[in-house]
Structure formats: structure tokens, C-alpha cells
């Protein structure tokens, strides 16, 4: 949601006519109540719960305001609701409109919210089983080759193998364990804080550079992917919070995305693999492995950081 500076102007503390993030950051709780108050979306079964999950200044059509990021939460399934919108109508601008655009798997709908339409009723498809898992498998695909710390981690493993039973052994390992930490994070069976889990998978990538240092084959590595590969699994769990699982499908949907973390990390592989082992036929691959595990640490190490702040 896009609101310009103009109509935020009570949240301007110096009254300058400039937002900056530290001025929204500090009034997070009443930005909040300000939203609660004008809008709101309704089901049968209530209202839903709303959450801001962030503020930022923003530019938009050369015009200067904040996007907010908000967050409903249902319980179950929706097949109907209410989007009750109030925002600027009553106090500062009654000629203000806003673009409402709504998906749902192949359902889509556009409309104009204004002062004589406040409240848009609409009723949604049922989604397709296999529309929803095809998504997720196609997430999970997305999310491992954009996934640049998990890809620097896969390459820090696989530099000291040799053969390509001993990868799929690898990356096997890390997707079984990964699937089990996801599936407990997703469910709620288990709680941790993204802060950290977002420092132990850069810390993760730390030990497995300098450990290249030292050891050269690859014999029981796949039990380090193991253990590793619980704590990225609490990773890829906040990343697919962002897009609200669906607790009918649980277990469907944790699985269609694990296939696709899987088969994205085969792709690469397969893209990867035969040039490492081409290249270790030459005397000098063991200083370059050197190398590049230590620009793997500097960088992983820089994320460490960079996180911990």
C-alpha cells in the first residue's frame, strides 16, 4: 500500500515535509493503530488479523511517499470477504483513490476504492490443488538459484569432491535435513528468531571454507551437510512465511517445495560438477580451491556481520 507524504503529515515529527525511515521506524505502534483503524478486511468469521510488516520511503509516478507492507492472517481458507478502506476520505482528501488489485491463483480482479466505495465485497475460486503445488515447486526452484548464501554454501561443499555420487550424497543430506527443521518452523512446532538463524547460516559457510583448508576428500561430509542443513532449514521456513502457507495443504506444499530446492540444486550441479572435476586433473586446482574457499569465507563472513549488526 502506497500513501504520499502529504497525507502522512501528522507522522512528520519535525513538520519539514520529509519522511525518513528512522521518523516511520520510530512511530511503528501508531502507524499501526492509524491503519487498524482504516482498514480492514472481513469474513464470516470475523476480521482478520492485521500486522505491518514494514515502512519504507518510497517514490512513485515522480510522486513521494511511504509503501507500507501489511499482513492479514486467516485460519483457515477464505471464499469470501469484505475489504472495508478509509483511509484519507473523511479528514483530508475526499476526492482520493486508490488502485485495488486482488490475485488468487488464476483468479484476478481490479477496482477503484473511493469516498462511494469504501467496502468491496468479492468471492473467490476455490484454488487448484495442483495450480498451488506447481507454484511451490516452482518457488522452491526460484528460491535456491536467488538464494545466494545457500549456493555459496553448496559450492564450499562440493570444492574438495571428486565424484558425483558423493555430491548427490551431499546435497541428499542437506535436503532431508532441511525438509525436517522446514517442516517443524512451518508448522509451528517449533519457534527460533530469524536474526539468528540468518547469522548461523553465514557462520555455517565460515566453517565449511576454512575446513576446505584442510581436508581433501569428501568421504563424511555429507554428515556436516546434515547438520547444517537443519539450521538452513529454519531459513527457507521464514522465506516462505512471507508467503503465507496454507494450512490446508501443509504437508503438500512443504513437499512440492522441497522438490524444487532439490531439483534447483541439481541444476546446478549438474552445471557445476563436471567443470570442478575437469579441473581437478591439474596440478594447480588444489591452490585454486584454496583461493576460492578463502573469498568464500571473506564474503560469508562480511554476511555474518552485516547480520549481527
Not at 558423493?166 to 512446532?189: G, N, P, Y
Request: with cysteine; aromatic share 12%; hydrophobic share 50%.
Amino acid at each position: 500500500m502506497f500513501l504520499e507524504e502529504v497525507d502522512l503529515y501528522q507522522f512528520d515529527i519535525n513538520k519539514d515535509f520529509i519522511f525518513e525511515n528512522e521518523e516511520l521506524a520510530s512511530q511503528k505502534d501508531q502507524i499501526e493503530a492509524y491503519i487498524r483503524e482504516r482498514l480492514r478486511i472481513d469474513t464470516d468469521r470475523g476480521p482478520l488479523k492485521i500486522e505491518l510488516l514494514s515502512t519504507a520511503v518510497s517514490d512513485k509516478n515522480s510522486a513521494k511517499g511511504v509503501v507500507f507492507q501489511l499482513r492479514f492472517t486467516a485460519d483457515e481458507e477464505i471464499d469470501q470477504f469484505n475489504l472495508h478502506y478509509n483511509f484519507l476520505f473523511d479528514d483530508i482528501a475526499p476526492d482520493h483513490t486508490s488502485m485495488l488489485l486482488v490475485n488468487s491463483g488464476e483468479f484476478s480482479h481490479q477496482g477503484i476504492l473511493a469516498e462511494d466505495t469504501r467496502d468491496i465485497q468479492l468471492d473467490l475460486p476455490r484454488s487448484n490443488v495442483g495450480f498451488l503445488l506447481w507454484n511451490y515447486f516452482v518457488l522452491g526452484i526460484h528460491h535456491i538459484l536467488t538464494g545466494y548464501d545457500h549456493l555459496l554454501f553448496l559450492l564450499s561443499l562440493v570444492l574438495i569432491v571428486s565424484r558425483f555420487n558423493e555430491a548427490l550424497k551431499i546435497v541428499t543430506a542437506f535436503t532431508i535435513a532441511h525438509s525436517i527443521t522446514l517442516f517443524l518452523v512451518a508448522s509451528d512446532r517449533i519457534h527460533v528468531i530469524s536474526y539468528w538463524v540468518e547469522a548461523s547460516i553465514a557462520l555455517s559457510i565460515c566453517y565449511v571454507a576454512v575446513e576446505n583448508l584442510f581436508v581433501q576428500k569428501a568421504k563424511w561430509r555429507w554428515i556436516l551437510t546434515a547438520l547444517f542443513g537443519l539450521i538452513h532449514g529454519m531459513g527457507f521456513a521464514g522465506a516462505l512465511a512471507e508467503t503465507g502457507l496454507p494450512k490446508r495443504n501443509l504437508v503438500g506444499t512443504l513437499l512440492s517445495f522441497n522438490l524444487g530446492v532439490e531439483t534447483g540444486q541439481l541444476m546446478v550441479l549438474c552445471l557445476l560438477l563436471p567443470l570442478l572435476i575437469w579441473l581437478r586433473r591439474f596440478s594447480w586446482y588444489r591452490k585454486m580451491m584454496i583461493s576460492t574457499s578463502c573469498l568464500i569465507f571473506i564474503l560469508a563472513f562480511y554476511w555474518l556481520i552485516q547480520r549481527l549488526i
